[in-house]
């Protein structure tokens, strides 16, 4: 079964302080891996796409890379603006399904 | 560019009654997905269409739920005699498939979620 896991579920830095943020997942095959931004009440925001092993993708303090098995999301000297549930999904790749599968989510919080 | 739009906000219902949830997607896109999340979970997949064709549902779609797309534009989701577990985030997203094959970041789009509690 495709399964996407995220660690930790909750991550607390000082502003300034570098983390990374880990998605496992298992699935026949990949077709594309996701990270989205969520605040609370709100929907979840687009942040990258990645397709292949080695490919990384960088925005403002967030860059994102991928393994075969995982993929992290590096994020450096945050601010406390960065603070928000970051979520990793997948979406399968062999059938016509389009569906993309989340993790639960790591919520990151940063201290100002 | 007004995004994804959903009605309402929240909604408090009691249990057993009838709720009805509206999606306005952004305009050109032809894809429409319908997520549920509780809180401290990641979206869960419900169901999406392609225009007005539902294309797949999850297993945990019960027969309580439907979905429709009429002339490929808005969509409904309603819960029948609701229950205290469908207590949640609805959450509708769209994208442009054909815009998407030349851009190539599979992006959803989504709205802010209409939040449900049964009573």
């Known amino acids: 079964e495709d399964q996407v896991t995220q660690s930790p579920e909750a991550l607390r830095l000082q502003e300034g302080e570098s983390s990374s943020l880990n998605c496992s997942y298992t699935?026949?095959?990949?077709?594309?891996l996701f990270w989205y931004r969520q605040d609370p009440g709100k929907g979840p925001e687009f942040l990258f796409t990645?397709?292949?092993a080695g490919e990384e993708k960088e925005k403002e303090r967030l860059k994102a890379t991928l393994t075969k098995k995982e993929s992290f999301l590096h994020i450096t000297a945050p601010k406390p603006e960065d603070s928000a549930t970051y979520l990793c999904a997948v979406r399968p790749l062999g059938n016509r399904d389009d569906k993309i599968i989340f993790g639960k989510g790591t919520r990151l919080h940063i201290l100002p | 560019d007004t995004g994804v739009s959903q009605d309402p906000r929240h909604k408090i219902t009691k249990r057993g009654q009838n709720v009805t949830f509206r999606c306005d997607p952004i305009?050109?896109?032809?894809?429409l997905y319908w997520y549920r999340q509780t809180l401290g979970q990641g979206p869960e997949f419900l169901t999406y269409f392609q225009n007005e064709a539902q294309l797949e549902k999850s297993r945990l779609l019960s027969d309580r739920f439907s979905a429709e797309r009429p002339k490929g534009s808005f969509s409904t989701l309603e819960i029948q005699r609701t229950e205290q577990g469908d207590s949640a985030m609805y959450l509708c997203?769209?994208?442009?498939?054909?815009?998407?094959?030349?851009?190539?970041?599979?992006?959803?789009?989504f709205g802010e979620g209409s939040r449900l509690t049964v009573l």
């Open positions: 997203a769209s994208r442009d498939r054909s815009r998407d094959k030349l851009l190539n970041t599979g992006e959803l789009f």
């Open positions: 699935v026949s095959g990949l077709r594309g």
């Open positions: 305009s050109e896109h032809n894809r």
């Open positions: 990645l397709y292949s």
